[in-house]
């Protein structure tokens, strides 16, 4: 957390956001477990939006929508953790839809994303399962007109303005400086991957988007992992949240076969790749790498291989990111390299296999890579590259989510 925004937390400013339920509300008098649902229609919402929820594939709600929507509902405050495939995105979109009243032309809900790419899938989401509704979105991310963007959120022609605002933090913050979107009447603000979102790259404009909304809005943050930093900063501004939470060493998702190969040294790991590719039928998979060098040089290598891949890191314009992405989606490629830019939030469904080319830095960002695979309630095999220095970082993974990573056997194939 930055000094200034310590200094904004110790402000009369800062005051506000403590308690940032007015005094003339009333808190709910149960407890906070709301309980949960076992089937979509036991939501007391729309029943264009149930409707919308069905089309888009759901049967039967997942646990994070058992107990996620209804709290949202409630109008609470909320912290959900749930990892990566579990249908994380469908539990704030259907809350959040069942909190709008689309015979007001205003602006009512915010969702915040960290990156363009997982912006434009909550948008995708967004739109899917509120198409049968009356509710207008809007997207605000890099790469759309600024000029467009303004038109869109001042209501255009006909003047109807968007229900629903989905964006990244930086445009987001310059449409409100540019008074295009007016956050007076927003009851709702919801933060995926909201611990990467809290860290040092956000704060500051997550900070000042949060003080131009009134009081009377409610937070919902989602995430996979939270750590102690975590919630330290959300004491400061949060209203006594719902929080379901899981715990450490139940993250690791059901499904996913986890297995390392000892490669003993870097130079060993394109050949160990190239043999994994010989044996193994599978029709996607991601490979991550801890830098974009290295993911430029493994993309070169595989290409001059004759092996059809898609590569993806932060220091590519938005237009080349959103190509590689689509590539992938649509099956042009087979193979997707990526930096951990991709390791939060982006769902392909087909994906089965994640190969760690480098095993992460950052502890956390293991449980977003391997939840690449093994999407809700299907199988996926993640398999880590290991050299002689990264035997320690394994262990680590493996007490941090009390799981345990075997040596890649030769029948690992059977595994998919």
């Known amino acids: ?51 919308g929820v069905f089309g888009y594939g759901y049967e039967k709600p997942s646990p994070i929508q058992k107990r996620g929507i209804l709290p949202i509902l409630a109008g609470r405050d909320v912290i959900a953790q749930a990892q990566s495939g579990t249908g994380k995105t469908a539990t704030f979109c259907i809350g959040t839809l069942g909190k709008i009243k689309p015979e007001e032309n205003t602006t009512q809900a915010l969702i915040l994303a960290h990156t363009r790419e997982l912006a434009l899938q909550i948008d995708t989401v967004f739109r899917q399962i509120g198409k049968h509704t009356d509710i207008r979105f809007n997207l605000s991310v890099k790469g759309i007109s600024p000029r467009d963007n303004i038109e869109e959120l001042k209501g255009g022609d006909d003047n109807k303005k968007p229900h629903i605002v989905i964006g990244t933090p930086g445009r987001v913050m310059d449409m409100i400086r540019k008074n295009a979107l007016s956050t007076n009447n927003i009851r709702l603000l919801v933060i995926d991957e909201a611990d990467e979102m809290l860290s040092d790259g956000f704060i500051e404009q997550i900070h000042e988007i949060f003080v131009s909304l009134p009081q009377i809005s409610k937070t919902a943050l989602f995430s996979a992992t939270m750590n102690e930093h975590f919630f330290t900063i959300t004491n400061k501004f949060m209203n006594n949240p719902v929080k379901i939470l899981i715990k450490t060493e139940t993250l690791t998702l059901e499904g996913i076969k986890q297995f390392y190969i000892d490669v003993e040294k870097h130079d060993y790991k394109f050949d160990t790749l190239c043999d994994i590719f010989s044996v193994l039928t599978v029709n996607q998979s991601i490979i991550y790498c801890n830098s974009q060098r290295i993911v430029e040089m493994l993309n070169d290598k595989l290409t001059h291989n004759n092996f059809t891949v898609s590569y993806i890191h932060g220091n590519m314009t938005s237009s080349e990111r959103e190509l590689a992405i689509s590539e992938f989606r649509n099956g042009t490629s087979k193979v997707l390299i990526s930096t951990d830019l991709l390791g939060r939030g982006i769902d392909v469904q087909q994906v089965s296999v994640v190969i760690n080319y480098d095993v992460p830095t950052k502890i956390e960002s293991y449980i977003h890579r391997i939840g690449r695979s093994g999407r809700y309630g299907r199988k996926g095999l993640a398999i880590n590259f290991m050299t002689y220095y990264d035997k320690q970082k394994v262990e680590n993974i493996e007490k941090y989510y009390n799981t345990q990573i075997e040596e890649l056997p030769g029948n690992f194939g059977d595994f998919i």
Request: charged fraction near 35%; hydrophobic fraction near 25%; charge should be negative.
């Open 1 to 51: 957390m930055t000094d200034k925004y310590e200094e904004n937390l110790n402000s009369t400013e800062s005051e506000n956001l403590k308690t940032h339920a007015p005094e003339t509300e009333p808190t709910p008098t149960n407890k906070d477990d709301y309980g949960s649902i076992e089937l979509f229609d036991d939501l007391d919402i729309d029943e264009k939006i149930i409707m």
